[in-house]
């Protein structure tokens, strides 16, 4: 039911239908009888007659986040057509878009399934008033992955014991006390790959792989891509790759990568 609802989205739409287009552009586009049906067709519609206005845009302020061998099609769609909702049909000055929309994970570098921290580094806030004193902040990094061992903690579920389940994630129940344990040094790990060609095909392209460890962070681009090294702490916004100036931590991100090869 979520499903078939969220495939309901207007915007959902508009995406499948962009994405339908750029794969066939001689085909004719159809829009379906839909209650937004109207505000549908005028996004798609206008997408594609500004695509060249749209496209003059991303390349001026986002050639540092937008990259035609990383950026999935799906997600360029995706900005293109905030883009021209947001500018043509809701009149939003264009610095606005950018500051507000485009630009809303800086200082950090890329965006939504980047590896780089824009895509990737979100706060998480906890609101537990018997158990959590309010005010409290805590920069230890974690994962996303680290959610279910953290809940499973919290109402007594042992997840070896669970059929099927694996994670790589660790239990931060210990930073939630008031008086939060140190989980020590760790290696993080993240990866996915990009879609290749139809959403439903299942196809996949590209792997990309990332990895943290203190205050260092490597980020691959496919597995035959180089390996680029950043000093997180000095280099939040990941701008300086130190990978040559420093090849035996380069050395030992890339065998972590290799080691996590499908």
């Given at each position: 039911?979520?499903q078939?609802?969220?495939?309901?989205?207007?915007?959902?739409?508009v995406?499948?239908?962009?994405?339908?287009?750029?794969?066939?552009?001689d085909?004719?586009?159809?829009?379906?009888?839909?209650?937004?049906?109207?505000f549908?067709?005028?996004?798609?519609?206008?997408?594609?007659?500004?695509k060249?206005?749209?496209?003059?845009?991303?390349?001026?302020?986002?050639?540092?986040?937008i990259?035609?061998?990383?950026?999935?099609?799906?997600?360029?769609?995706?900005?293109?057509?905030?883009?021209?909702?947001?500018m043509?049909?809701?009149?939003?000055?264009?610095?606005?878009?950018?500051?507000?929309?485009?630009?809303?994970?800086?200082?950090y570098?890329?965006?939504?399934?980047?590896?780089?921290?824009?895509?990737?580094?979100?706060?998480?806030?906890?609101?537990?008033p018997?158990?959590i004193?309010?005010?409290?902040t805590?920069?230890?990094?974690?994962?996303?992955?680290?959610?279910?061992?953290?809940v499973?903690e919290?109402?007594?579920?042992?997840?070896?014991?669970?059929?099927?389940?694996?994670?790589?994630?660790?239990?931060?129940?210990?930073?939630?006390?008031?008086?939060?344990?140190?989980?020590?040094e760790?290696?993080?790990?993240?990866?996915?790959?990009?879609?290749?060609?139809?959403?439903?095909?299942?196809?996949?392209?590209?792997?990309?792989?990332?990895?943290?460890?203190?205050?260092?962070k490597?980020?691959?681009?496919?597995?035959?891509?180089?390996?680029?090294?950043?000093?997180?702490?000095?280099?939040?916004?990941?701008?300086?790759?130190?990978?040559?100036?420093?090849?035996?931590?380069?050395?030992?991100?890339?065998?972590?990568?290799?080691?996590?090869?499908?």
């Amino acid at each position: 039911m979520i499903q078939n609802e969220a495939l309901q989205n207007p915007r959902v739409i508009v995406i499948q239908k962009l994405y339908g287009h750029h794969l066939n552009k001689d085909s004719e586009i159809t829009f379906p009888k839909h209650r937004y049906k109207k505000f549908i067709k005028d996004v798609v519609n206008g997408t594609i007659e500004r695509k060249e206005l749209i496209q003059n845009l991303m390349d001026k302020e986002l050639k540092e986040d937008i990259n035609e061998n990383k950026t999935e099609l799906m997600i360029k769609l995706m900005i293109m057509a905030a883009i021209y909702e947001f500018m043509y049909m809701h009149k939003t000055p264009v610095k606005v878009v950018i500051s507000e929309y485009l630009k809303a994970s800086e200082p950090y570098r890329g965006m939504k399934r980047d590896l780089y921290d824009g895509g990737i580094h979100v706060p998480m806030i906890v609101h537990w008033p018997e158990r959590i004193k309010a005010g409290r902040t805590d920069d230890t990094p974690w994962l996303f992955a680290d959610v279910m061992p953290t809940v499973a903690e919290l109402a007594g579920v042992n997840l070896n014991m669970v059929p099927r389940v694996k994670t790589n994630g660790k239990s931060i129940v210990g930073l939630l006390k008031t008086e939060p344990s140190d989980m020590g040094e760790r290696v993080l790990y993240w990866e996915f790959s990009k879609q290749v060609g139809d959403p439903n095909s299942g196809v996949i392209g590209d792997t990309y792989q990332a990895a943290r460890k203190g205050e260092w962070k490597a980020v691959r681009y496919g597995y035959d891509a180089p390996l680029e090294l950043f000093n997180i702490e000095k280099d939040p916004a990941e701008l300086r790759d130190l990978s040559k100036k420093n090849p035996d931590i380069a050395s030992e991100f890339l065998a972590l990568f290799e080691e996590n090869k499908d």
